[in-house]
């Protein structure tokens, strides 16, 4: 005659000391503030590369202080970029400063920021895998 009772079932906890295992942790943190001029006679001042392509890198926070910025993958053909809203677009996409807030971006990319038409600051934080 069937029970409802449960019988005991046996149950082995063990912890995995694999390498595979564990999840990866930030080893390193790195901060930069740039200053973007776009009125500048040298055009690095203008844009600046904020990240080469770097496979530890587990995230990128970007905080505009001043003004608007542009964020681009590759080299930017103009700066300051002059775009409007008619057109021509701007190089990338924009970053629209917003006190406190940062744009943040997971993945080894490398990136640019461009100035658009004031001269702003630009907080880069980035976190590296150990």
């Not at 046996?10 to 295992?21: G, S």
């Not at 040298?42 to 904020?50: E, G, N």
């Not at 392509?53 to 103009?78: F, S």
């Amino acid at each position: 005659m069937p029970t409802d009772e449960l019988t005991e079932i046996p149950v082995h906890i063990q912890n995995w000391p694999d390498a595979w295992a564990k999840p990866p942790t930030i080893k390193a943190t790195t901060i930069k503030t740039y200053i973007l001029n776009p009125a500048a006679s040298d055009t690095t001042q203008r844009w600046a590369q904020i990240a080469e392509y770097e496979p530890k890198r587990a995230r990128l926070a970007i905080q505009p202080l001043d003004a608007n910025v542009t964020l681009t993958l590759e080299q930017p053909q103009t700066s300051p970029d002059t775009s409007v809203a008619a057109g021509p677009p701007p190089q990338g996409g924009v970053l629209a400063f917003s006190a406190g807030y940062q744009y943040c971006f997971y993945g080894p990319d490398a990136m640019w920021i461009n100035s658009l038409a004031a001269v702003t600051r630009v907080v880069v934080v980035k976190e590296y895998y150990g």
